[in-house]
């Protein structure tokens, strides 16, 4: 209309622009040098060091994030993201030499890693700092440019992550654009030459739709219902502080990795609920709603949806502790629920809250059939002292990760790739899987102009025929063979 | 027509477990092996019928890469399979981590046209050594090579976890329907759109095998034989696989303009030594697959500065679905010719002033599967592998990187991602599972809430791996909360 001020929108243009300029940059060749990347990384680094207070106050006003996990979970483990490529980038951007053999003798070869290009980080809300910076720390230690569009469902922490990395990264190179469904569309309209995503399926298969059209290779980050098996003859006292420490010590259950329900033995199942019960009362106190180290639901949208997977009828009643609620606070108490029915709501979505359902059997044995029979989760946990459990759990569950004898550490161990299989994603990061994530690993062949086989030209002969069996298997006696008839 | 049971029944054979013992999966390799030393007369016949190839060039090009590939997976595959330890900070003590390669389930593997026995059988070979079920789907396109595999397969490997499904387009969509644990597709830029959107809708992996076009830089060479060599190199990459049907055969070759006319004699000349006067009659290059295939090379040459820029060759016989191996000078670059992958006969020869100008020459266009270099200047070696992206980059030979077990083979870009051969085509069809063991003793009281300062110290100096700290801490550290 007119008289009206143009908004400032980003949409596909916008999108286009930014995306051209970045090439731009990356076509110079500005973010190849291993001085550029050691630089960003520590830049990086100093972000989070200078503003911790505010990281934590924004993660406080996004999920009311208690300030230690914010620390520990959120901003300790990027910055050990940071130091690991920063101690190991040297190793990484090394090319690496392989063997040849004699089928192109005399030749030799490496595997030369080289940036992918641009790439695009979409990442989540739940650990908002976390899954929108270590994916950045990859793709810059990969040599890449990169557009960060963090979830705004944490606004406070999005527009925190727009302000810190306008200030402190090469913005020539690094950019953030906010936003909500629009601006992640005009964005997936460009060609990237990666997209990472973080989140969950619905949202991973428009992104990989998306990839498709420019044949981009993605990483998706998702989700799953990761089961916890709990074997009897255990330290029931360990388990039960790493089962909460891992569900309602992470976001108050709103992680990916959380278990997200508990299959045990119909005979154990009491002693199980006792335990979790009263390290629950000693983490938590007995008004949970009031404790200060419990996150809050997001939003009101996410505390709707749990609180329908509470309230289904054949579930209500499972409810063996807590259940309780506030809605102006946005809070829910920690809650176990007991042999609800298999085809509840609650057991037929990745729950992503403070509810735990477990799930009794007969024999613990039947716990994989339970496990088999969904779809392929993030990560699976086994509490066992029995060895030939551990085995058929490692064989027989296909998950992303395994965890045993305890919950979610395998995030925090750089050496193990982290990613999902199945429903529960494409790719792994972490560590080197970071760099590896962005980068292509170009094969490199050197052949000198000597040792040219006459065998591999025309006019074609039986003799030739021979000699080139030979050659192409690799066995010298077939050669000498095939020479002397 | 839905192929929902046959998938049912692989997956189901899959879930009894059988596919994951080593020796189930060395059986299989081997039986592939016994299948093609005892139809190797069939396959060469079927290679002659749909793309009039030589044997030598049958078996150079795909019994020998499938026979190299199914050694090479039984010589290894045990030590493939082992776990590998991962390192687990003392921080996490006791703990130990691992990775576990397991297989990914049923896997649907698309060959083409062009090589339609060793595209097929040398994915099959990765996706039976990493102990998947599978199905493959044939080009229909070389349809005498497809029947030939859907015959024999069912006789020499395991029936209730290989299937071979033919057809053509619509059998594809069908295929794409379901859902698989990985997509193997090897073919053009935009059925890899189509197969990859498909994916997309199950969220299930992919490994997208495209061409693009593959440039040959050729710089000075002072040693005539050297550059005989090289020259011989570039005609052995441009009409030895498929007659240019390839996706890493030479698209164009790029020299500076003074060397230009020496380089034609020369082509002119080893075309005429491998090809003979009459290539028709001599019948060493493979023919054109079809006629829609012959129908997009003559349109090529339509444009009529294309056409006056061959310097060599140009003629074809529709019959015989024949184009003999022909060169051109300069064609304009916003011709066809140069600007889609030729995948045929022509071999276009690009002049520049400098050589140093290939680089941006070919940085201005996609990414292509493989690029190839003639030089011996070693700052110039550094400067292409640096300065361009490619799939993989050949310096002084044409084509034997695909022969090389030890190097990832796969695209970038346009040009596709994902590799494969030798352990690449395992990890392909893998999962790498990561775990962490831990006991249940050794407690770190910190991890747990109520949080305090004393909690948060802690842990920072955890953080840092400051282990000293720790220790420290631990010792004034009396009461536990």
């Known amino acids: ?37 050691v630089s960003q990384l520590k830049a990086l680094l100093k972000l989070v060091d200078d503003n911790e207070q505010e990281i934590v106050d924004a993660l406080r006003s996004d999920l009311s994030k208690p300030p230690m996990e914010s620390v520990v979970c959120e901003i300790g483990l990027l910055k050990n993201s940071c130091k690991v490529s920063l101690r190991e980038l040297k190793h990484w951007m090394k090319p690496e030499k392989v063997k040849t053999s004699i089928t192109t003798f005399p030749s030799s070869a490496e595997i030369v890693p080289e940036p992918l290009g641009v790439a695009l980080v979409i990442s989540a809300w739940n650990y908002p700092i976390l899954l929108s910076l270590d994916p950045v720390v ?34 020539s190179c690094v950019r953030v654009v906010e936003g909500a469904a629009d601006e992640t569309t005009a964005l997936l309209q460009q060609k990237w030459d990666k997209i990472f995503y973080t989140g969950n399926a619905r949202i991973g298969r428009t992104v990989m739709t998306a990839a498709a059209k420019h044949l981009t290779p993605v990483v998706l980050e998702l989700g799953g219902k990761s089961p916890a098996v709990v074997d009897s003859n255990i330290n029931i006292k360990v388990a039960s502080r790493r089962i909460i420490a891992g569900k309602w010590g992470c976001n108050n259950g709103q992680a990916c990795i959380s278990p997200d329900y508990i299959i045990t033995t119909k005979d154990y199942a009491p002693k199980l609920v006792d335990a979790l019960k009263t390290e629950l009362e000693t983490f938590y106190g007995k008004n949970p709603l009031e404790s200060k180290d419990l996150s809050r639901i997001v939003n009101s949208n996410h505390f709707g949806r749990l609180t329908k997977l509470l309230d289904e009828d054949k579930v209500s009643g499972k409810i063996v502790y807590g259940g309780e609620r506030d809605e102006s606070k946005l809070m829910i108490a920690p809650t176990i629920l007991l042999d609800v029915p298999r085809n509840s709501l609650i057991m037929n979505e990745e729950i992503f809250g403070p509810l735990l359902p477990i799930i009794t059997v007969d024999k613990l044995e039947e716990s994989f059939d339970v496990i088999n029979s969904g779809t392929k989760p993030l990560a699976a946990y086994l509490f066992t002292n029995n060895k030939k459990l551990k085995e058929q759990f490692a064989k027989g569950i296909s998950a992303g990760g395994l965890v045993v004898n305890d919950t979610t550490l395998h995030l925090a161990v750089h050496t193990l790739p982290f990613g999902g299989v199945g429903e529960s994603g494409i790719g792994a990061y972490h560590g080197k899987f970071s760099f590896d994530a962005f980068t292509h690993k170009k094969a490199v062949l050197y052949r000198s102009f000597h040792g040219d086989a006459a065998v591999r030209y025309p006019p074609y002969s039986y003799m030739k025929l021979r000699l080139m069996k030979a050659l192409i298997g690799g066995s010298i006696n077939g050669i000498i063979r095939a020479l002397f008839g | 027509m839905d192929f929902l049971r046959e998938i049912q029944e692989l997956r189901q054979f899959f879930r009894s477990g059988r596919t994951r013992s080593v020796a189930w999966r060395k059986k299989q390799v081997k039986a592939l092996l016994q299948l093609i030393h005892d139809n190797e007369q069939a396959i060469f016949e079927a290679l002659r019928q749909d793309l009039g190839k030589h044997p030598v060039e049958a078996y150079r090009d795909e019994i020998g890469v499938v026979e190299k590939s199914a050694n090479n997976s039984l010589n290894h595959v045990e030590k493939w399979m082992a776990p590998r330890k991962s ?44 102990g998947n079920a599978v199905v493959l789907k044939p080009s229909e396109q070389a349809p005498a090579c497809s029947s030939l595999l859907a015959k024999t397969i069912p006789h020499y490997l395991d029936p209730d976890a290989i299937k071979v499904i033919e057809g053509g387009a619509d059998v594809s969509e069908q295929l794409l329907l379901q859902r698989w644990d990985k997509i193997f597709f090897t073919g053009s830029s935009r059925v890899a759109s189509i197969v990859m959107t498909a994916a997309a809708k199950t969220l299930t992996p992919v490994t997208l095998e495209l061409g693009g076009k593959c440039p040959a830089i050729l710089d000075s060479l002072s040693s005539p034989s050297e550059l005989k060599t090289a020259v011989k190199r570039i005609v052995g990459g441009k009409w030895g696989p498929c007659s240019g049907q390839a996706c890493i055969a030479v698209d164009y070759v790029l020299v500076e303009e003074k060397f230009a006319p020496v380089l034609i004699e020369l082509l002119k000349k080893f075309i005429r ?23 997009r090379l003559c349109n090529l040459l339509k444009d009529p500065l294309v056409v006056n820029s061959i310097v060599h060759g140009g003629s074809v016989d529709e019959e015989e679905l024949f184009i003999e191996p022909t060169i051109l000078l300069d064609p304009p670059l916003d011709a066809q010719i140069m600007t889609e992958e030729i995948f045929g006969p022509f071999l276009p020869v690009i002049t520049v002033n400098q050589i140093q100008e290939s680089i941006e020459f070919i940085n201005s266009r996609p990414k292509p599967l493989t690029l190839y270099a003639f030089t011996k200047d070693e700052t110039f070696k550094r400067k292409i592998v640096s300065e361009t992206s490619s799939g993989s980059v050949s310096f002084n030979d044409t084509l034997v990187h695909f022969l090389c077990e030890t190097l990832p083979f796969g695209g970038v870009g346009q040009s596709g991602f994902g590799r ?30 109520p949080w305090n300062q004393l909690k948060m110290q802690f842990l920072r100096l955890a953080y840092r791996l400051n282990y000293f700290g720790i220790l420290l801490f631990l010792m004034g550290f009396r009461r536990r909360n």
């Open chain 2, 87 to 130: 390192h687990v900070p003392f921080l996490f003590f006791p703990a130990k981590g691992e990775v576990i390669s397991e297989p990914l389930g049923v896997v649907l593997i698309f060959s083409s046209w062009n090589f339609p026995i060793s595209l097929a059988l040398d994915p099959l070979i990765g996706a039976i050594s990493a």
């Open chain 2, 420 to 449: 494969y051969h030798g352990k690449y085509s395992f990890d392909t069809f893998s999962h790498e599972k990561a775990i962490l063991h831990r006991k249940l003793f050794l407690e770190i009281e910190p991890r747990y809430p």
């Open chain 1, 1 to 37: 209309m007119a008289g009206e001020e143009p908004k400032n929108v980003f949409d596909a243009e916008a999108a286009s622009s930014l995306a051209r300029e970045l090439r731009g940059t990356f076509l110079s060749g500005k973010t190849r040098s291993y001085e550029w990347r």
């Open chain 1, 138 to 171: 990859g793709a810059i230690a990969a040599g890449n440019a990169v557009v960060l569009k963090p979830s705004e469902i944490s606004p406070a922490t999005s527009s925190l992550l727009a302000k810190l990395l306008g200030k402190y990264m090469d913005n």
């Open chain 2, 273 to 295: 030594r491998f090809y003979g006067d009459n290539p028709k009659e001599s019948k060493v290059t493979a023919r054109i697959v079809n006629k829609q295939h012959f129908q």
